[in-house]
């Protein structure tokens, strides 16, 4: 198995990782993809590192917290042998207060993944979706308070608009805070829209692509006058009319 960089962190991790969407299947959506069980789990979890695949893909939406919950099973007793990346952000019910990234949303979702996965880290913890009523200084002051409690790692985000990613890296550095490492995005031969976004090479983080097929590589992006432009907007301000970024996906 081939090893990178994540980005500019120090974590070093396999070309290919699992994604655990099947695990713990329940509901219309998640139990199409798969019902996997915790010995099922474990089984695939058990061919993965033989094969030198050591990075496992979940998130707190998936099946409701189950794939999670299957995924801790799967690895309890080797905690040391596998890298964890997990999202948060998607709802999770009908309150107001069960969706986001609000301090408050954004450290009970990780206290929760913690004690459903049975650890107490995650290794990459990435923004499922953007969510523009949060404060961007909020947002990665909460991280930033998470990584210093040793909860979290490395953060990243996923499936990300490129001007709004631009705008949070340039709130990191402009206030030390942590930089995001990753974006996790949806890229197949049908859903291209990813290369009319920020790229892996303008913004430091490494791009992670979910496709049936990808190099991992990342293109870069044509609107780099726009994201430029952008990193001075205010969250709720649409893209420029005529611009790249207002233009129908």
Known sequence: MEYRQLGTSGLRVPVLSFGTGTFGGTGPLFGAWGTSDAAEARRLVDICLEAGVNLFDTADVYSNGASEEVLGE???GRRGDVLISTKTGLPMGDGPADWGVSRSRLIAAVDASLKRLGTDHIDILQLHALDAHTPVEELLATLDTLVAQGKVRHTGVSNYPGWQLMKALAAADRHGWPRFVAHQVYYSLIGRA???????????????????????????????????????????LTPPIGSRRALPA
Request: hydrophobic share 20%; net charge positive; proline share 4%.
């Open 194 to 236: 990813s290369r009319r976004s920020s790229s892996a090479r303008e913004t430091r983080s490494s791009c992670a692509r979910i496709s049936a097929r990808s190099d991992g590589r990342s293109r870069p992006s044509r609107s780099r006058r726009w994201m430029r432009r952008a990193t001075c907007c205010r969250p709720t």
């Open 74 to 76: 799967a690895i309890k």
